[in-house]
């Protein structure tokens, strides 16, 4: 075990150090610095401003210097606030950390809590709705549902502040700056926990169900043991025993993720700190932040998995007792026996998997709305702008910012261009992007995780070290990046779009290992 986890730290610790190369060269691939922003400084005093935080130094250079001064613990100094980044994080962190932690409490409270109570109500008016928000979840925007909030919460209700960490001008101290920080804090927090919940609810769900279908769960309740007893003590213990593993990419994720709501809510976390340092430049902020989350990212990757244990104990009405998993597989394997019949499977005529699955799909009511809804909106991004009466940068600026009309059916932007025909446009490239992408990604996974598989020893730990690796990086400061070197490269913007490609599907790739 100590060797185990001596190795887990040395790989840790190097994968860091290729991360920091790998940010750091990309920071510096990026056009311009700090101070070539300011356009009132003369050249003269330009050079001595770079000559003087060594930003005139050749980038590999930079690089040693700045992991000198980590080694001593030092993180450099950040130029737009004048303060050093130790002190910075120290204030920035916290706040992000309060807000993260209140949001995965949150999340896994209302998801175990709802996932098990609609597994045990399977195909319920409870499960139906539980599925349609679930969806809703994952398929609503952060900022949509966030600028939502605000409209309604703050701006119409009044009942919350409309963002910030305590009102404007306030010297509240003590218990009443307590409440003035929870009270502000709600909105970001409950937007973050809902959109984690989602998927958490839809897992546990599913977990609970496939837990109530085993065997153990019939062989209790065969011996007489209450249902409120078989759900709680066994089904809900061995459903949460996988999802532990879940824990440890919840806070990195809503650090990460938070980049956007911290934005919007005017909250001062790390992720609108991060956001500010990439815009200015400001790279020593900027180097330490995104190390921060790729080391949070790196440790959850290297949580240890729980093992489901072989006897499971089980205490209600004053009487314990023990079930033996290998009587339980040795009866799994009788039954199997059994359903053969003269040297052939019973279920032999039986259509194939995906069949099934496809006639299952089609005969299924919500899949089947879905399925239409996203042919409809197919059809109409492939085939609609060749039937609008509209070009897509069409100006008619007596008739900009209309109502939807039998002319306009969504409307005008403030240009009088056609609301309609530009989503239909837009969809033509979201869904380029979107599906060649995925595509790609899964195309690349499968091809680098059977070779893992396939061939094992050192080549699938450097293989799943470098997935670790590119797991590890922020999905947006990277694609932001990237957008600022395709711009100074003067990239054509026909050739911009493989290029997004590409790196969706580098960053949203999983390999599948077999």
């Not at 509209?390 to 403030?414: K, M, R």
């Not at 979201?430 to 995925?438: E, K, N, Q, V, Y």
Request: proline share 4%; charged share 15%.
């Amino acid at each position: 075990m100590l060797r185990y986890t001596l190795r887990r730290f040395a790989q840790m610790v190097f994968m860091l150090f290729l991360l920091s190369i790998l940010v750091f060269f990309l920071f510096a691939l990026m056009p311009g610095d700090f101070f070539s922003g300011n356009r009132k400084l003369k050249p003269a005093r330009l050079a001595e401003l770079r000559a003087l935080y060594g930003l005139d130094q050749p980038t590999i250079v930079r690089y040693f210097i700045w992991l000198k001064n980590v080694f001593h613990g030092d993180f450099g100094w950040s130029l737009q606030y004048n303060e050093p980044v130790t002190r910075l994080l120290k204030t920035y962190m916290m706040n992000s950390f309060i807000v993260a932690l209140a949001a995965v409490v949150i999340a896994w409270t209302v998801a175990v809590v709802i996932g098990v109570f609609s597994a045990t109500h399977q195909y319920s008016l409870v499960d139906k709705l539980v599925t349609v928000v679930v969806f809703a979840s994952l398929s609503f925007p952060s900022f949509f549902i966030g600028l939502l909030a605000i409209k309604f919460f703050a701006v119409d209700l009044r009942w919350l502040p409309t963002g910030g960490m305590v009102d404007t001008g306030s010297n509240s101290t003590g218990f009443a700056y307590v409440l003035e920080v929870l009270r502000h804090m709600i909105m970001p927090t409950l937007l973050l926990a809902f959109f984690s919940a989602g998927s958490l609810t839809r897992y546990f769900r599913s977990e609970m169900l496939d837990v109530l279908r085993m065997d153990f769960v019939r062989c209790a309740r065969a011996r007489g043991i209450s249902e409120r007893s078989v759900v709680s003590a066994i089904a809900l213990r061995n459903a949460l025993l996988p999802a532990i593993t879940l824990l440890a990419f919840e806070i990195p994720g809503l650090f990460s993720g938070a980049i956007i709501t911290e934005q919007i809510f005017n909250w001062p976390g790390i992720g609108s700190i991060q956001l500010t340092a990439l815009n200015a430049r400001d790279y020593e902020v900027l180097m330490t932040c995104t190390l921060l989350l790729s080391f949070l990212t790196i440790l959850a990757n290297s949580w240890p998995t729980s093992c489901m244990p072989l006897r499971i104990h089980v205490s209600g009405w004053r009487r314990k007792f023990r079930i033996d998993m290998k009587l339980l597989r040795s009866e799994s394997r009788s039954r199997s026996q059994r359903s053969v019949n003269g040297g052939k499977m019973q279920n032999s005529g039986v259509r194939p998997l995906w069949y099934r699955n496809l006639v299952r799909l089609t005969h299924t009511r919500a899949a089947a709305v879905s399925i239409a809804t996203l042919v409809l909106v197919l059809v109409l991004s492939v085939l609609g702008p060749l039937f609008s009466p509209y070009g897509q940068n069409q100006l008619d600026v007596p008739n900009a910012e209309q109502g939807p009309t039998l002319d306009h059916l969504l409307g005008t932007d403030d240009y009088g261009r056609d609301i309609l025909t530009r989503l239909m446009y837009a969809g033509r490239i979201s869904l380029t992007i979107g599906l060649a992408s995925t595509v790609l990604s899964v195309v690349l996974g499968a091809t680098i995780g059977i070779a893992s598989g396939y061939f094992g020893g050192w080549i699938d730990a450097v293989i799943m070290r470098m997935a670790d690796l590119l797991m590890s990086i922020p999905s947006l400061p990277l694609l932001i990046i990237m957008a600022a070197l395709l711009s100074e490269f003067k990239v054509p913007a026909s050739s911009r779009i493989y290029v997004v490609m590409v790196m969706l599907s580098i960053i949203a790739g999983r390999v599948c290992r077999a």
